[in-house]
């Protein structure tokens, strides 16, 4: 598997260029849309605490200001484009499949259009001082589905097509796409990791891949597309394969 160069890896939304190009003013909107709230909130503040009588509360309140405004700007940004995501989903549902890497193909097209109205929001939450409001959080709003108990805070997970059990572990720098470049080829299959799984620091999973109950995957490990990791084993390498049963 490989990404091509008019995609950029840097989030778990890559985007083709063509696309990206074509919709930049749909980015924008969300960007404006989510500053709507923003700006009404510190109007009302200004406008309450801004005169000789209340000037101290002011000032006073400043930091819980600023705090407050940092936060209703994610929550907006995630709400809108939930929305949004919403109208776009029920115009073309998105599904699992081999398709072919043009913006022809409705189902590339439209991959590439969910991954840029989910673009704002999960950057502007990437910066939140609480890393699990990302993946543990925001991904959920997407349809990923993460389990209670599950640490996963700082790894790379597509934000669809991904479905998480409980009390997992998920180490650094893991990297689970439900999607795949291959030549001309594109790839979107779901990813099941079910409960008590543990994935090794720099792990990756590949398209298709299913990890059963308490199976295990040693760091630096990689599974390949459609891959099935059975449960109470211990799986290592590239590609991963058994090395022990778990005791």
């Known amino acids: 598997m490989f990404q091509p160069a008019s995609l950029k890896g840097d989030s778990p939304t890559p985007i083709d260029e063509t696309i990206r190009k074509r919709f930049f003013f749909l980015y924008c909107g969300i960007i404006l849309l989510s500053f709507i709230p923003l700006s009404f909130f510190e109007y009302l503040y200004c406008f309450f605490l801004w005169n000789q009588t209340q000037i101290w509360y002011f000032f006073l309140f400043l930091p819980l200001n600023i705090m407050f405004l940092i936060y209703l700007l994610q929550?907006?940004?995630?709400f809108f484009s939930f929305l949004i995501l919403k109208i776009i989903n029920l115009i073309h549902e998105p599904?699992?499949?081999i398709f072919k890497r043009d913006v022809q193909?409705?189902?590339?097209f439209f991959w590439n259009l969910r991954n840029i109205v989910k673009k704002w929001p999960l950057f502007i939450i990437a910066t939140n001082p609480f890393p699990w409001f990302?993946?543990?959080?925001?991904?959920?709003?997407?349809?990923?589905?993460i389990g209670k108990k599950c640490i996963c805070d700082n790894s790379w997970i597509s934000s669809e097509f991904v479905s998480i059990g409980k009390n997992c572990i998920i180490g650094t720098s893991c990297m689970i796409f439900s999607f795949g470049i291959e030549a001309e080829s594109f790839i979107i299959k779901k990813i099941i990791i079910e409960n008590n799984v543990t994935l090794g620091a720099k792990c990756m999973l590949l398209?298709?891949?299913?990890m059963k109950e308490n199976a295990k995957l040693?760091?630096?490990?990689?599974t390949k597309y459609d891959d099935i990791l059975h449960e109470n084993l211990v799986y290592s390498g590239i590609p991963a394969e058994v090395k022990g049963d778990k005791k």
Do not use: H, M, W
């Open 75 to 78: 929550f907006s940004a995630i």
């Open 95 to 97: 599904k699992e499949g």
């Open 105 to 108: 193909d409705k189902d590339y």
């Open 134 to 145: 990302k993946n543990r959080f925001t991904l959920r709003f997407f349809g990923v589905r």
């Open 207 to 210: 398209p298709g891949t299913i």
């Open 218 to 222: 040693s760091a630096y490990s990689s």
